[in-house]
Nanobody, 122 residues
Framework: QVYLVESGGGSVQAGGSLRLSCAAS????????MGWFRQAPGKEREFVEA????????LYGDSVKGRFTISKDNAKNTVYLAMNSLKPEDTGIYYC???????????????WGQGTQVTVSS
């Protein structure tokens, strides 16, 4: 059994910051990439960011470049998403993912968390 548990979501005003965490457990995630997707009401899931196991490769969605930063702690099997300069359009459920390939495609990720809500008010 594999578990991805997100935390750190909440409500914030535009221009504010939040930091999401995702702790992985249940198996060894050696060589697994981890990342984040989000989904706003009535919209499809959108790629946010991803990072390779080594941390040497990072991918960013166009809408968050320069504002969000992904990082990870392999010793803790945890990935983080630092979100700055938040905008109302960043509102949605944020999902943590893990898979064998660093990718922006949903199909490349085997494991998904339950999601954490982020709400940005104007």
């Amino acid at each position: 059994q594999v578990y991805l548990v997100e935390s750190g979501g909440g409500s914030v005003q535009a221009g504010g910051s939040l930091r999401l965490s995702c702790a992985a457990s249940g198996r060894t995630f050696s060589n697994y990439a981890m990342g984040w997707f989000r989904q706003a009401p009535g919209k499809e899931r959108e790629f946010v960011e991803a990072i390779s196991w080594s941390g040497g490769i990072t991918l960013y969605g166009d809408s968050v470049k320069g504002r969000f930063t992904i990082s990870k702690d392999n010793a803790k099997n945890t990935v983080y998403l630092a979100m700055n300069s938040l905008k109302p359009e960043d509102t949605g459920i944020y999902y943590c993912v893990a898979g064998p390939k660093t990718s922006s495609r949903t199909d490349d990720y085997d494991y998904w968390g339950q999601g954490t809500q982020v709400t940005v008010s104007s």
